[in-house]
T-cell receptor
Framework: SAVISQKPSRDICQRGTSLTIQCQVD?????MFWYRQQPGQSLTLIAT?????????ESGFVIDKFPISRPNLTFSTLTVSNMSPEDSSIYLC???????????FGQGTRLTVV | KQEVTQIPAALSVPEGENLVLNCSFT??????LQWFRQDPGKGLTSLLL?????REQTSGRLNASLDKSSGRSTLYIAASQPGDSATYLC????????????FGTGTQLKVEL
């Protein structure tokens, strides 16, 4: 298994501001991902966080809106930039130790934009 | 494009009942399938992972089966308890689709005393 610490657990933010979410894993992992869960919806992959290089974004998500860093094999951040109420969601960090292995998730960050 | 559907969307059962949750997927070329539970406002807890070469996996009162040819998986919960109340999600990873998990819409389970 993997123990994932995600911070903050929740936040209420003003529109137009930015929030950075941190994801810390208890040991090195090959793959780290960021997902979004909009109210009443299932999870959608935002991007794969690549260690030492630019993240790989899914269709509909762009780096300017969701910049991601991954400086090492245990840590990643997701920034939600220039927020609007439509960004109100739960954001979740996920890790896998290797391709095709079990995925583990953090407890999520509940973001409300007012 | 892989689509994942879960039926029913919601289910309420009395404590002690055995139950089955269903997951259907449109692209049978999957790498693996994983079942999760999600408590309200929380992250996901992994329950079972089934690789494409496997037919089923068991953990305690949970048993998950996989039938790739029909595009189906079921999660069987034996002797349900109030603590089993949560939303259950299935997610598939397709072969050659990178490492993206495609999630179903979930089944919201309530186990009543």
């Amino acid at each position: 298994s993997a123990v994932i610490s995600q911070k903050p657990s929740r936040d209420i933010c003003q529109r137009g501001t930015s929030l950075t979410i941190q994801c810390q894993v208890d040991s090195q992992v090959t793959m780290m991902f960021w997902y979004r869960q909009q109210p009443g919806q299932s999870l959608t992959l935002i991007a794969t966080a690549n260690q030492g290089s630019e993240a790989t974004y899914e269709s509909g998500f762009v780096i300017d809106k969701f910049p991601i860093s991954r400086p090492n094999l245990t840590f990643s951040t997701l920034t939600v930039s220039n927020m609007s109420p439509e960004d109100s969601s739960i954001y979740l960090c996920s890790v896998e130790r290797g391709a095709g292995t079990e995925a583990f998730f953090g407890q999520g960050t509940r973001l409300t934009v007012v | 494009k892989q689509e994942v559907t879960q039926i029913p969307a919601a289910l309420s059962v009395p404590e002690g009942e055995n139950l089955v949750l269903n997951c259907s997927f449109t692209d049978s070329a999957i790498y693996n399938l994983q079942w999760f539970r999600q408590d309200p406002g929380k992250g996901l807890t992994s329950l079972l992972l089934i690789q494409s070469s496997q037919r089923e996996q068991t953990s305690g009162r949970l048993n998950a089966s996989l039938d790739k040819s029909s595009g189906r998986s079921t999660l069987y919960i034996a002797a349900s308890q109030p603590g089993d109340s949560a939303t259950y999600l299935c997610a598939v990873k397709i072969t050659g689709g990178g490492n993206k998990l495609t999630f179903g819409t979930g089944t919201q389970l309530k186990v009543e005393l």
